[in-house]
């Protein structure tokens, strides 16, 4: 069995809301490595135990990485941000009737 950290979780958050993730077998060096790459296919393939999901990168707004990928350098990249706010999922703004 591998050790937890030869191990990369990542989070597709899709255009419709939904989101899934799943923990790769890739220390996320080499995930960061191939992300760029990853991300221009049309189609990911990830082999699970019991089946197989294909997921359609265009359909994908946003990936979370755990843990983080600090050698991810150049334009684009952002060094030490802090989170200001939290990302609100699903809520709906209340609005007063009238």
């Known amino acids: 069995m591998q050790s937890q950290d030869t191990f990369t979780e990542i989070t ?13 077998p ?5 995930f960061g490595e191939q992300l760029p790459d990853l991300l221009n296919q ?9 089946q ?8 994908i707004l946003r990936v979370e ?6 050698e991810l350098q ?5 060094p ?6 939290a990302l609100t999922r699903g ?3 209340w609005e007063p009737e009238g």
Do not use: M
């Not at 890739?26 to 080499?30: D, L």
């Not at 150049?74 to 952002?78: H, I, L, Q, T």
């Open 12 to 24: 597709f958050h899709y255009v419709n809301g939904e989101t899934e993730s799943f923990d790769i």
């Open 26 to 30: 890739i220390t996320p060096e080499a």
């Open 42 to 50: 049309p189609w990911l393939t990830l082999h699970l135990f019991d």
């Open 52 to 59: 197989t999901v294909v997921v359609f990168t265009a359909q």
């Open 65 to 70: 990485v755990k843990p983080p990928i600090p």
């Open 74 to 78: 150049g334009s684009g990249v952002f």
């Open 80 to 85: 030490e941000v802090h989170r200001v706010t």
């Open 91 to 93: 809520a709906k703004v």
